[in-house]
Every structure is written in C-alpha cells, then in structure tokens.
C-alpha cells in the first residue's frame, strides 16, 4: 500500500534523511496493518519552534524532540477507514508530526547512533501515536509501544550502532 508522506522542512535537511523518514512511516503503517492508502504530514523543524508548538497546543514551556497530531481518535490495533478518505485524494488524512532536528541530533549524539536512526525512531514513535498508541504509563501501555517500535525498526534494518554501556 502506498502511502503519501509530505515533508516540510523548516530546517536544512538532506534528501537521504527524508527517503529514511519516508521508508519509516511507511513502514510503521505497514507493520500496523493500515490498508488503505493514508497522508502524513511531516514538520522537519527546530527546537525554538516545537518549543512554540508544545506550549500553544499542550501548554508545555519546553522543546521536545516530536509531536503528534492524530485527526482520529483510534485505539491500538484499530486501523482508519476508507470512508474517512478525503474525497478529492482517496486518502485518508492520518495526521501530522513535528520533529526538531536540532533536538534528534543531540539525542543521537547522547544515545550513540546516526542521525537517520534517531529520526527513523521518532517517525515510528509518532506513527503510532496517530494509531492510538501512548505512553502516559511507566507500565503495559509504554512497553507495548516500546516493542511495536522496535519491531518496526529491526524489520526497516535500523538499528542502533553502538552498543549500550551500563
């Protein structure tokens, strides 16, 4: 199933790290079983304006590294409808993400990994926020989407390069 995956890129990026990001959305929304064709909407920014963001629509006084906008309020393992196409695309509108790059390449420094992993990772995080998935837990809730992403990932051959240190 192709899926359309819009990129707007309000920070400089490459046309590598937006085929990843492409791959990775479409590959979460494979994993998940989404089988009709759906639109992301991709907000490549930076700190200062998902700081923005995350105060005018969460009332957060902090960057992060990605937010997610669902259009539906789905449950886990519940998949959109084709009758929520938009009439003129035949496409579905999933929703859209914001992802600071500025915050994904201190995160990939921190954590040991490339860029594109960081980025793929938190493409695959907020795909599945717009399928219903969250964390507010520490418990079920978080493991759940901690194992869908790994999955995604491992199957996309995204891995993380360096081993972890205790």
């Given amino acids: 199933m192709e899926h359309l995956v819009a990129i707007d890129p309000e920070v400089e990026t490459t046309p590598e790290l937006e085929e990843a990001l492409r791959r990775a959305v479409q590959a979460a929304l494979e994993a998940e079983g989404v089988d009709v064709p759906c639109a992301v909407e991709v907000c490549l920014t930076d700190d200062e304006n998902i700081h923005q963001t995350n105060w005018d629509m969460r009332g957060v006084d902090a960057p992060t590294d990605v937010l ?96 972890e240190t205790p």
């Fill in 68 to 163: 997610s906008f669902p259009m539906f309020e789905l449950r886990p393992g519940e998949k959109p409808l084709a009758e929520w196409a938009d009439p003129d695309t035949d496409q579905v509108l999933l929703g859209d993400m914001m992802i600071s790059l500025e915050r994904a390449r201190a995160q990939a420094e921190e954590y040991g990994h490339s860029l594109e992993r960081e980025v793929c990772y938190l493409a695959v995080h907020s795909v599945l926020h717009l399928l219903g998935y969250d964390h507010l837990d520490e418990g079920p809730m978080k493991q759940q989407m901690r194992e869908r992403e790994e999955a995604i990932l491992g199957a996309l051959g995204v891995t993380r390069e360096k081993e």
